[in-house]
């Protein structure tokens, strides 16, 4: 998914994703220079914060 979109699922402003998604863990994958985010990948990282909550 777009920066745009992966802001948008994980509510969050794009530019706290955009500066901060390398230090949180998030998975990416770099198309040239554009920066992607697999959506299987996003949301088992987000499955995985909230087992780590409970």
């Known amino acids: 998914m ?9 509510s ?7 500066d901060s998604y390398k230090r949180w863990g998030l998975p990416y994958v770099r198309v040239g220079k554009h920066v992607r985010f697999p959506t299987e990948g996003v949301i088992k990282w987000v499955d995985d914060r909230m087992k780590a909550v409970e």
């Open 2 to 10: 777009s920066p745009d979109e992966a802001a948008e699922f994980l």
């Open 12 to 18: 969050v402003p794009k530019r706290s994703l955009m």
